[in-house]
């Protein structure tokens, strides 16, 4: 239990470090942590992930607006379309997650990851 | 607003069917399709609409019940607290730099997403 307790806040420090330094992050680690190191159920793990992301994600967007990063003449309506598109995203996965074959999901979307990460630090 | 709304819709999919932030959608959508130029602002950006999108997808969880609320309260902390550490490092770092990390970042992701996908499913076979 406390080893548990320890593993969990190492967890959170790196899952936080990570999402706050880059933006991106946070749930592709904590996933396979919350289900290998915590003993947390599979599909518990997705939800309990978000809940974890929830508050990082909120801090950290609070932290970059304090250092001036979201300025105040910005493309709002992008950010409107990012929104809303995710917004209707994520409910639809959610209830999809049972349907969809998450392996194959992975497969496509981390090979899409490895060329647009490569491409991000030559171009 | 085409293209952004496809992207929120491609990074919240992911987000609900992975559990994940979607950052690795958002980021590389905003970068390379739509052509914002400050890296500061493309990351902020993708943390404020993670927001609400984990917010929802957490709902959208929590009422099937399937968050762990103590576990998750455990990780909390700690992982605020770094976040803010984070933040505030890359507000520090050079835009171009911090371009290379993030990309960096998300090839490493890509990598163990492939590989997981592969483990995931022998766990589901044994």
């Known amino acids: 239990m406390r080893r548990q ?26 996933v396979p942590l919350l289900v290998g190191v915590l003993a947390v159920a599979q599909h518990q793990a997705h939800g309990t992930s978000l809940a974890v992301i929830f508050p990082i994600a909120l801090v950290g967007a609070i932290t970059y607006a304090i250092h001036g990063h979201i300025p105040g003449d910005m493309d709002w309506v992008l950010i409107l379309g990012l929104a809303l598109g995710g917004l209707v995203g994520v409910v639809l996965g959610a209830t999809l997650m049972r349907r969809v074959p998450a392996k194959q999901l992975r497969w496509i979307f981390g090979a899409f990851s490895v060329f647009v990460g490569i491409y991000m630090i030559i171009a | 607003m085409g293209i952004a709304i496809g992207i929120g819709l491609a990074a919240g999919l992911l987000a609900g069917m992975l559990g994940i932030g979607g950052g690795v959608i958002l ?68 835009a171009s730099l911090l371009r290379q990390i993030v990309g960096g970042v998300i090839v490493i992701i ?3 997403m492939v590989t997981r996908g592969w483990r995931g499913r022998q766990r589901l076979e044994s």
């Open chain 2, 110 to 112: 890509g990598l163990l």
């Open chain 1, 5 to 30: 307790i320890i593993i969990a806040i190492l967890v959170g420090a790196a899952a936080g470090m990570l999402a706050g330094l880059t933006g991106v992050g946070g749930g592709v680690f904590l």
């Open chain 2, 27 to 94: 980021i590389p959508g905003m970068v390379l399709l739509m052509g914002v130029e400050q890296q500061h602002t493309v990351q902020a950006v993708s943390l404020a609409v993670i927001t609400l999108i984990a917010l929802v997808g957490m709902i959208a969880h929590y009422r099937q019940g399937n968050v762990r609320l103590r576990v998750a309260l455990w990780i909390i902390p700690a992982a605020v607290i770094f976040s803010f550490v984070g933040g505030t490092l890359a507000d520090m770092l050079d």
